[in-house]
């Protein structure tokens, strides 16, 4: 089974700041990367699917890239709105463990 | 609206059984695979199964922590996706969400709508 590493656990940030998340698959997996959001209570939103394309109506501040085996999903300026955690996917049985992003 | 909106959580005891409802409204629901995840207090997203559209033969697959014990079925008339939770164990105890699959492409899938999921807790 391809195993996915998501780093850091734990993030913390200022409003305004650039952050970066990086997923690593233990093979190639093309681009079949999607990355969600999750704030506490509420369900997973699907943020980037195929690596690097945008979901629908999600802020162009968010943005994600990489191929093969090591993604970023990246956060361009950070919005109070955007604090919450994040999950990389790969497959139906596959999720990173998941990066909090919290106020510095 | 497009949405899905889960029913059926509870309170239940070891070895009873429960029946939660995923339905669907604002798209074709028979043209779409449907899965069920879970997520334990605190915890991260666990794949529990999924069903296929009638179209590819509607059938289902299971994580191995539930196969056996659960099932997954659909009513496309209703629009309506089911999970059938018997056995049910302590370490059952998790928010349940239903989802809406898109395929990259064979093999490949990403979930583009979530319910807002529904609390299910076993204890005695």
């Known amino acids: 089974d391809i195993q996915m590493t998501q780093s850091p656990s734990t993030l913390s940030a200022s409003v305004g700041d650039r952050v970066t998340i990086t997923c690593r698959a233990s093979?190639?997996?093309?681009?079949?990367l999607a990355w969600y959001q999750q704030k506490p209570g509420k369900a997973p939103k699907l943020l980037i699917y195929?690596?690097?394309s945008l979901e629908s109506g999600v802020p162009s501040r968010f943005s994600g890239s990489g191929s093969g085996t090591e993604f970023t999903l990246t956060i361009s300026s950070l919005q109070p709105d955007d604090f919450a955690t994040y999950y990389c996917?790969?497959?139906?049985?596959?999720f990173g463990q998941g990066t909090k992003l919290e106020i510095k | 609206e497009v949405q899905l909106v889960e029913s059926g959580g509870g309170l239940v005891k070891p070895g009873r059984s429960l029946r939660l409802s995923c339905t669907a409204s604002?798209?074709?629901?028979?043209?779409?695979?449907m899965s069920w995840f879970r997520q334990a207090p605190g915890k991260g997203l666990e794949w529990v199964g999924f069903i296929r559209s009638k179209a590819y033969g509607g059938t289902t697959e299971y994580a191995a922590s539930v196969k056996g014990r659960f099932t997954i079925s659909r009513d496309d008339s209703k629009s309506i996706a089911y999970l059938q939770m018997n056995s049910l164990k302590t370490e059952d105890t998790a928010v349940y969400y239903c989802?809406?699959?898109?395929?990259?492409?064979?093999?490949?899938?990403?979930?583009?709508?979530w319910g807002r999921g529904t609390l299910v807790t076993v204890s005695s």
């Open positions: 093979q190639s997996i093309s681009s079949w």
């Open positions: 195929k690596a690097s």
């Open positions: 996917q790969l497959s139906r049985y596959t």
């Open positions: 604002g798209f074709t629901f028979g043209d779409y695979a």
């Open positions: 989802t809406r699959d898109r395929e990259y492409s064979y093999g490949h899938w990403y979930f583009d709508l």
